[in-house]
């Protein structure tokens, strides 16, 4: 079992920036890779960003690329998302996904069903 806590949401103006954090604890060893996705209302859950816990590498939206960064420190079992020049369509209830699967090639870290754990989410609102 994997637990896992996101803090740092809230609201923000556009163009602002904004840190989240996602604390795992429990079978962390199990772990491969940590993700995060966002739903808006009414809108499907879709992917912003995953790091591969080995090694670091590094996946993002198109929609973020160049304006959000993940890292990960694996001593702390955390990961966080810098996220800057926020604009309204980046509100959301973002969710810390956890998954214990290695691929080589990044792009199956964009689809939801490569994890298995996932956090309560976390709101993050941007006004214009």
């Known amino acids: 079992q994997v637990h896992l806590v996101e803090s740092g949401g809230g609201l923000v103006q556009a163009g602002d920036s904004l840190g989240l954090s996602c604390k795992a604890s429990?079978?962390?060893?199990?772990?491969?890779?940590m993700g995060w996705f966002r739903q808006a209302p009414g809108k499907e859950r879709e992917f912003v960003a995953a790091v591969v816990l080995r090694g670091g590498a590094t996946v993002y939206a198109d929609s973020v690329k160049g304006r959000f960064t993940i890292s990960r420190d694996n001593a702390e079992n955390t990961m966080n998302l810098t996220m800057n020049s926020l604009e309204p369509e980046d509100t959301a209830v973002y969710y810390c996904a956890s998954s214990s699967l290695t691929y080589p090639n990044l792009r199956y870290y964009q689809t939801r069903r490569t994890y298995d754990y996932w956090g309560q989410g976390i709101q993050v609102t941007v006004s214009s």
């Open positions: 429990g079978r962390t060893f199990t772990r491969a890779a």
